[in-house]
Structures are given as structure tokens and as C-alpha cells.
């Protein structure tokens, strides 16, 4: 636009020069007419006065007339002639820079057009920028240290929620937002930065917000600075980082607490505890595991609600009787965790012994009165072990003990514990490979008819034969094969093997006799166990009523809702069941009441001093009636003497085994004493 204007002043001032030319060229002329005129009149009048004769006359005008036109010619040729150069070559210069002008209006017009262009993308870019920062929730902060002012833009969002203008000031105003627990350290922050005078400036804090409330925000930025190497000018964003770091928060709690109690959890506990043994290596402290004996009864019968309520009344009682400086953790399920910051063993036990107390107090639920009891293994560091996995392998260890020998109490671990645990292990992993590795073997041992003395079933009896530990007993591995559910496949193995070896000797001809197999009421519990056994007999070709399965009390009581049902079905197929060990439990007639069962064996226990004892005498002739009441058979196990089998045929035992008769006999003996029979 300013080029267009001053070709238009140039226009008009050629205008007023044009008014000029014009005057002197009518100078000119006027002055040539009065000259032209005056030169005519003159020499005329002059001619006519000296020269007479017309011809010499008329000659001298045309001479007259053609010195005038020469003449004329000349002065007009002078007089135009600069001019019309001048004109010429004012005329080139003016086209020339007319092109000249042309060309740097050409080159005007296109600067202008690119900065007219140039300043819409920057509007363009200062809108979306402004769009960009109104729409996110960062914030962009400028600090002039040499006039102190301060401005920022994030407390104007929500949830924020300042006024626009609200806040203004220099640092100290914003200084004032900042939360005072975290005022100190971003102060610490930000001087270290200016101090260094590199990098980026990078601090997180809680910034406060219109009402009241604080929220978590990352602020960073960088400085300039002027030639001393003094910052006059910080710049940079805000972040609100509150959603994120409670979001982290929340996964922390996730991964290190338990959502039941609130109590921390393993990872947390572990962590803590290995950090410890890191930082203070001969620091002694004691952990005690405990759980709560027979929970798993309270959420069967109760519910899981209650089960997480009992946890939650457990995790309470802990927090009010210990100090603060100990820590508490639930590992999972029932089963916690408790780091107590003491050395000597007798503090140790006497914590121990007042929350085992506490806890045996009534828990009331639904306005109902509930008694627990707590099992508790308690270790010492670095005494029992060194890392956290060890303390913890051996604490548990001391308290599955205190569990084996009658619960509600807390033990101190021992050598002996972990020779136990030792052997515990060992036993559980050679269980994997005895039966690929054909270490099992079947003996048997016969059951006669007290009265003919003729031999009318056997008992199948498992021996482990180990390649390098040598014989080890059924009561050293099967409660551990029950513990671990490898007791499933060993009943199996039993079973089936039992089965072939009868069929076998009926294929031999010997006469069909009863084979009384041991069977763990732990199997019950597997999938379908009545589908399993039956396709185990199924599978052999002997008869149903030809096998017995011989159930302990100890087993049942720990299975027997599972158990009553799969007895009975089996029963209906014809499988008859022994109750072994009868006398040895507490609730013997709630059995012999509901469960079907064809015979009971008379613990050996009873007969030892039978002949001497007249109370155990007394007790095998009751149970010898009851059983003849109800309709059942009864075998004594155990008789070795003469003395004891004239007792218990006197009072009409039906069966007995024992070495009086036979000891146990691998299947090749039991065939030659068979033959004897």
C-alpha cells in the first residue's frame, strides 16, 4: 500500500511540470509570431522604399522568404532540438526506471503478499497454540527474575479453578500455592538448579487449589541467562500429574497390601525385611507365622464374609497389642506374618504367648460367640536363617509342627524341626518317582475265621522299597502322600494292583477269597472317585462283593461330608468297607450310625495286655456286641498270642490277623501258605 501511494505523488508532481512546459512553449511561440511578423512588415515596407523594379523585387523577396524559412529552420531546429533530446532521454531514463520500478513493485508485491501470508500462519499458529494450551491440562509459567513477575496458566483450569488474573505477583504469591510439607523441597530444588547452571529444572509438588484442596503437579523448564551467568528469566510447563500418581498409588497398594485386613502383604514384607538384613546385617529380630486353626471351616459354614471378617478382627487385634515398631503382614489366606524388632527369646515368647492369648478371647459375629485358636512357628535372625525365604521356610515349618501336635499354641523352631522338614521334602519328591520306578510292592497278610481257623480274606499292605533310604514305612509316608494329594495316585496304584493279583490267583485256581484293601478317604474328594474305582475293578474282572476297602476314623473325620456319599454308592455296588482302627477316635458311633459299614477292626492297641487288662477286656467284648447288634463282622488286628486269641474268641470275634497267624508276605510266599491252608 506505501508503494501505491508514492506512485501516485509521483504522478501528480509530473502533472504540475506539464503546466510549466506548457507556458514556456507558449513564450516561444508568441515570441517567434511577434519576430515573424515584425521580419515581414520590416523588410517589406523596406524593399518597397529602396527597390523600384518589380522583378528585382519579387526576386529579392523570395530571397527574402527563403533566407527567412533558413533561418526559421535554424532557430527552430536550436530550439527543439534540446528539448527533444532532453525529452528523449529523460523519456529513456523514465522507462528505464519505470522497468526498474515495475520490477521492485513486482518484487514489493510478492514480499508482501508472503509477509501478509507469513503473518496469517502465525496467527494460525499463535490460535492453535492457544487452543493447544486451553485444551490440555499443562500449563506454560514464565519467572522474570529482574522484575519479579510471575505468571503462569494452569491455575486458571480446573480443577483449579482461579480467576483469571486471581492470582498475580511475583514467586512469593506462588510460593504461597505450594503445599507447606512441600514448600522446602522445591525451594531446594529450584536454588540447586540456578546454582548448577545446566540442564533442565525439573520438580514435583502439591499446588493449591481454589477450594482447598491440593493437587500433584510436575513442573519444568529452563533459564537464560546473561553474560555474568546470572538467570534473568525461567520459562517453562505445569503438569497436573494427580491422576497418575494416584493411579501409581493404587497399584502400589495393590501390589503391596492386602485389600481384606489393609495389612502389607508378602512383597511388602519381604521387601522390608531384606532391606533390613541389607542395612543392619547383625541386627537380630524374630518373625512369628501363625494362622488360624480350622479356618477353612469357618468360611464353609459361615461364608467368606465371615471369613474375611475374622481376618479383619485378627489384623486389629494385632495392630492394638503390638508397638508401632514391629510389622505386621498377612502372607494370604489365614496365614500371617509378624517382624518383632526383639533379640532375646524370652520377650520373644512372652509377645508371642500374650497375642496367642488375646486371640483365643470370643470373636463375635452376627451376635453369635465363635472361639479360635492360632498355631504360631517363631524364628530368629540370623539364627534360623539368613535371607527372608529361609526365615519364612522355617518358621512355617515350626508351626505346621505346633499344628501336628494339637494346634492352639506357638513353638520355637529347631534343629530337629529342619531335619524333619528335611526328610519331610525328600519324601514328597521321591513319592514322584516310586511308582514309575516300581519301588512300591504289595505284601499280604492273611485274615482268618477265628472259629475254622481257615483263611478267608487277606489285607493288602504298601511297602516302599527305596534304592538308597531301604524300607520306609506306610506311617511315614502315607500321611505325607495324603498332605501332599499324591495319596490319589498311590490309592489307585493299591487298587489296581490288589485286584490283578486276585484275579491272577483265581485264574491259578486257588478258591476266591476277599482281598481287604487300605484306602485313604482323602480320594473321595478327587473327581468322580466312584467312577474311578469302579473302572479300576471293572478293569481286573473280579467281583465287587469280593472287595473290601478299609477306612480309617482318622481320615474321615477330616472328609466325612464327602465321604458318606461316595461310601454309600459304592456300597449299593456291592464294595464292602471295614472301619479300621475302631476305638482309636472320638466319634466312633456317629460312623457306625450313618456310613454303611460291613465290618470294624479292633485296634491292636486294645489286645496288647488284653489277658491282664480287665478294662480293655471289658472294651473289646462292648465293641464285639455292638458290632453283632448292628449287624457287622468283627477282625482283630494285632494278635500274637495264644492268651489273646482265647480271649477274643470267648467273646465271639468273628476275624484276626497277626503274626500268631502270619506276618505280612509278599504275594509269591502268601501263595505257598495259601497252599498250606
Known amino acids: ?43 517589406d515596407r523596406l524593399l518597397y522604399t529602396f527597390i523600384g523594379e518589380p522583378k528585382t523585387l519579387q526576386n529579392i523577396q523570395e530571397y527574402k522568404g527563403i533566407f527567412y524559412v533558413l533561418i526559421t529552420m535554424f532557430f527552430i531546429y536550436r530550439l527543439v532540438y534540446t528539448p527533444i533530446n532532453l525529452l528523449t532521454k529523460s523519456n529513456k531514463r523514465i522507462k528505464e526506471t519505470n522497468f526498474k520500478l515495475m520490477d521492485t513493485y513486482s518484487e514489493l508485491a510478492a514480499t508482501e503478499e508472503e509477509l501478509i501470508a507469513q503473518l496469517d500462519e502465525t496467527k494460525a499458529i499463535n490460535k492453535r497454540y492457544q487452543l493447544l494450551i486451553e485444551g490440555s491440562k499443562d500449563g ?40 507447606p510439607d512441600d514448600k522446602e523441597k522445591a525451594n531446594v530444588i529450584f536454588n540447586k538448579y540456578l546454582g548448577e547452571k545446566s540442564g533442565t529444572y525439573r520438580s514435583t509438588y502439591r499446588l493449591r487449589c481454589k477450594d482447598g484442596s491440593y493437587r500433584w503437579i510436575l513442573s519444568q523448564g529452563q533459564a537464560e ?68 486353626d480350622n ?30 515398631v514391629h510389622r505386621i503382614a498377612r502372607l494370604g489366606g489365614d496365614e500371617f506374618l509378624i517382624l518383632l524388632e526383639y533379640s532375646e527369646i524370652s520377650r520373644i515368647l512372652a509377645v508371642t504367648e500374650e497375642l496367642v492369648t488375646e486371640l483365643r478371647k470370643p470373636w463375635h459375629f452376627q451376635d453369635k460367640e465363635f472361639h479360635i485358636s492360632l498355631s504360631a512357628g ?48 525328600e519324601i514328597v519328591n521321591d513319592l514322584h518317582h516310586a511308582i514309575d520306578k516300581k519301588q512300591f510292592e504289595l505284601f499280604y497278610q492273611p485274615i482268618l475265621n477265628l472259629e475254622s481257623r481257615k483263611v478267608i480274606a487277606v489285607e493288602a499292605l504298601i511297602r516302599w522299597f527305596h534304592p538308597e533310604k531301604g524300607f520306609i514305612p506306610p506311617d511315614k ?18 487298587l489296581r494292583t490288589a485286584c490283578t493279583q486276585k484275579k491272577k490267583w483265581e485264574q491259578m485256581g486257588f478258591e476266591p477269597i476277599t482281598f481287604s484293601i487300605n484306602f485313604s478317604c482323602k480320594s473321595f474328594t478327587q473327581v468322580d472317585p466312584v467312577k474311578n474305582t469302579q473302572m ?8 465287587y462283593d469280593e472287595i473290601q476297602l478299609e477306612i480309617t476314623e482318622t481320615s474321615l473325620i477330616e472328609n466325612f461330608d464327602l465321604a458318606i456319599d461316595t461310601i454309600r454308592e459304592l456300597s449299593e455296588r456291592g464294595i464292602k468297607f471295614a472301619l479300621d482302627d475302631f476305638g482309636t477316635g472320638y466319634s466312633s458311633f456317629t460312623y457306625l450310625k450313618k456310613l454303611p459299614i460291613d465290618c470294624l477292626k479292633i485296634d491292636r492297641d486294645f489286645l496288647l ?46 476275624r484276626g490277623q497277626g503274626y500268631y497267624f502270619s506276618k505280612p508276605l509278599p504275594s509269591s510266599h502268601i501263595e505257598e501258605f495259601l497252599v498250606k491252608q
Open 378 to 425: 517363631i524364628v530368629t535372625y540370623p539364627d534360623h536363617g539368613s535371607n527372608f525365604d529361609a526365615l519364612l521356610k522355617n518358621a512355617d515349618s515350626a508351626m505346621y509342627a505346633v499344628k501336628e501336635n494339637g494346634k492352639d499354641n506357638f513353638g520355637l523352631y529347631t534343629d530337629e524341626e529342619q531335619q524333619r522338614r528335611s526328610e519331610y521334602m
Open 536 to 543: 479300576i475293578i471293572n478293569e481286573s474282572g473280579v467281583k
Open 295 to 324: 479356618f477353612k471351616h469357618i468360611n464353609d459354614t459361615l461364608g467368606h464374609f465371615a471369613g474375611d471378617e475374622l481376618l479383619r478382627y485378627v489384623a486389629k487385634v494385632l495392630k492394638v497389642k503390638l508397638d508401632s
Open 477 to 494: 509316608f502315607i500321611p505325607i502322600a495324603e498332605q501332599t494329594g499324591q495319596i490319589h495316585e498311590i490309592n489307585s496304584w493299591v
Open 1 to 43: 500500500m506505501g508503494l501505491l501511494n508514492f506512485l501516485n505523488n509521483k504522478l501528480k508532481s509530473t502533472h504540475g511540470e506539464e503546466g510549466e512546459t506548457k507556458k514556456i512553449v507558449l513564450k516561444i511561440v508568441a515570441a517567434y509570431g511577434v519576430i515573424g511578423i515584425f521580419w515581414i512588415i520590416v523588410s
Open 225 to 292: 541467562w546473561d553474560v555474568g551467568g546470572k538467570a534473568i528469566r525461567v520459562a517453562g510447563s505445569h503438569t497436573d500429574l494427580t491422576e497418575t500418581i494416584d493411579l501409581k498409588e493404587s497399584l502400589h497398594k495393590l501390589y503391596y497390601y492386602d485389600n481384606v485386613t489393609d495389612l502389607p502383604n508378602r512383597q511388602m514384607i519381604k521387601m522390608k525385611i531384606e532391606d533390613k538384613i541389607a542395612e543392619f546385617p547383625k541386627e537380630k529380630f524374630a518373625l512369628v507365622c501363625f494362622d488360624i
Open 609 to 654: 495286655t488284653i489277658e491282664m487288662d480287665k478294662t480293655n477286656e471289658i472294651i473289646v467284648n462292648k465293641v464285639i456286641e455292638l458290632a453283632h447288634v448292628l449287624g457287622m463282622k468283627v477282625i482283630a488286628e494285632g494278635i500274637e498270642t495264644v492268651e489273646q486269641l482265647e480271649v477274643l474268641k470267648k467273646y465271639g470275634c468273628d
Open 140 to 179: 506454560i509459567w514464565e519467572w522474570d527474575l529482574l522484575n519479579d513477575k510471575f505468571n503462569f496458566s494452569i491455575v486458571t483450569k480446573p480443577p483449579f479453578n482461579y480467576a483469571v488474573g486471581e492470582i498475580q505477583g511475583g514467586f512469593e504469591q506462588w510460593s504461597k500455592l505450594i503445599h
